[in-house]
């Protein structure tokens, strides 16, 4: 093309559409076009840092560092199980129940808690941990656990493992030494469903040294303990077990409070009506934020009167895709539609990890997959964020954004600013005239 050629075709060109191809124009624009097909070699260091800036998907561990030393209680993704992990605002770690027993979601939590509740550090330390009762979907994964972090103090349930249903030779020292411990509480009735793995869980727990080398304390779930900060402001409180007790193993599951700043949370485990109604005739509870739903939504727990009495706004279900039991029931759903929360339901066969967390506000949050609530007059808000589910961004990927930012530049580098302002002032005549 010579020179009067390319003069001709600018013409034309300004004449025809707001567009100008000159040499120079063309050359800013291949630029731009090679800087960003280079960086296409960067994608994941650079999808990564994105995510860094965001809530979303995996990288939720950049989500807690902009809510540095608040209230965290993660929802990790077992499956039909419960696994929670506790963060408290004055760095103390917690974790209640670790699911199945289950290679792959055993090796979830274990990377879960290291990524997300340990932020990658070298640190390993869970301050206290809560066995809810000895069922497979909350003890099974407790010697991953064991295997990977170091336990402080251990809150069980006032479970014995039962020497005439499984024991072994190689297990009777225990198994004695749950009998003992069981006379010295003056339960001369243990109960009997109990399991091998339960058994694993009690011989790991016993053999557990704590950070500083000694034995790892171990201490009794019952109502009335509490594990709290008054400086840090939080404070976490057992409502039961209230007897020593109970026929359903599901039962022994405390029903806990935890509340931090004007906000609260009850985690409950597989605790069913009967110890619903036990603890709201002896206590008046407190109402909550939030409330993660009885034995998995199953329709022996969460009545009526539970839900009126703690009168929460956000629903958290742990379950799995699929369940055998058909958990959450319908039941319980209609009931929680009932009682007007039908939409602010997280449930983790659906969401993935969830996090519902207490800190002060991120401005200008706006991502689909979160939810900022509430502030109160110190700015302080509910958080929660999911890792998957609908209408939820997962990922950016960096070829979108480079698409993008390549359609805006080619419009920048060929507009013809002349054109625009012509454009713009014929509009204003024509509106004008009109
Ligand atoms: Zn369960």
């Known amino acids: 093309m010579g020179k009067s050629d390319s003069k001709k075709t600018s013409k ?20 731009i076009c090679a800087l960003l097909g280079g960086s296409m070699f960067f994608s994941k260091p650079i999808e990564d840092k994105i995510m860094s800036y965001s809530t979303h998907g995996a990288q939720l ?57 340990f932020d990658g550090t070298s640190d390993n330390v869970f301050d206290f941990l809560i066995l809810t009762h000895s069922d497979s979907d909350h003890v099974g994964g ?35 030494d749950e009998t003992e411990r069981a ?9 009997t469903k109990s399991t091998n793995i339960y058994f694993e869980f009690l011989t790991l727990a016993y053999s557990e040294k704590d950070e500083n080398g000694l034995n790892a304390q171990i201490i009794f779930s019952e109502a009335g303990l509490e594990i709290s900060d008054e400086t840090a402001g939080y404070n976490i409180k057992f409502y039961s077990p ?6 359903d193993v599901n039962d022994f599951s405390p029903i806990i409070i935890a509340s931090y700043k004007d906000y609260s949370i009850a985690l409950t485990g597989d605790a069913e009506k009967e110890v619903e109604e036990e603890v709201l005739e002896l206590y008046k509870l407190p109402n909550v934020d939030a409330l993660k739903l009885g034995h998995h939504g199953s329709s022996s727990s969460t009545t009526q009167a539970f839900l009126e009495a703690l009168d929460p706004e956000y629903i958290f279900i742990t379950v799995g895709a699929g369940n055998k039991y058909g958990h959450p029931t319908e039941e ?53 964020a999911i890792s998957e589910g609908d209408g939820v961004l997962s990922y950016i990927k960096w070829w979108q954004i480079v698409s993008v930012i390549l359609v805006i530049s080619f419009f920048l580098c060929f507009l013809t600013k ?15 005239s009109k």
Not at 183 to 191: A, H, Q, S
């Open 332 to 384: 319980v759903l209609k009931r929680l539609e009932d009682y007007n929360i039908g939409t602010n339901i997280f449930r983790t066969d659906q969401n993935g990890d969830i996090i519902f967390s207490v800190g002060k506000q991120i401005a200008n949050s706006d991502s689909t997959n979160e939810q900022t609530v509430q502030a109160d007059s110190e700015s302080y808000g509910i958080l929660i």
């Open 418 to 432: 002349k054109e625009i302002e012509k454009k713009a002032k014929n509009e204003i005549k024509k509106a004008i």
């Open 242 to 247: 209230n007897k020593d007790s109970y026929s």
């Open 142 to 176: 407790m010697d991953a656990v064991f295997e990977n972090f170091v336990i402080n103090t251990i809150y069980r349930p006032k479970i014995f493992y039962n020497k005439t249903q499984n024991a072994t030779t190689a297990q009777s020292e225990l198994t004695n």
């Open 61 to 117: 561990s950049s989500y807690q560092t902009a809510l540095n030393n608040d209230f965290i209680v993660h929802f990790v993704d077992v499956g039909q199980g419960d696994c929670i992990m506790l963060e408290l605002p004055d760095g103390k770690k917690g974790i209640i129940d670790a699911g199945d027993d289950n290679k792959e979601t055993e090796e979830h939590l274990v990377e879960y808690a290291k990524q997300n509740v």
């Open 183 to 191: 006379n010295e509480l003056g339960i001369n009735k243990p109960t």
């Open 12 to 31: 034309k060109t300004t004449k025809k559409s707001k567009f100008v191809f000159s040499k120079t124009r063309i050359l800013i624009f291949m630029l």
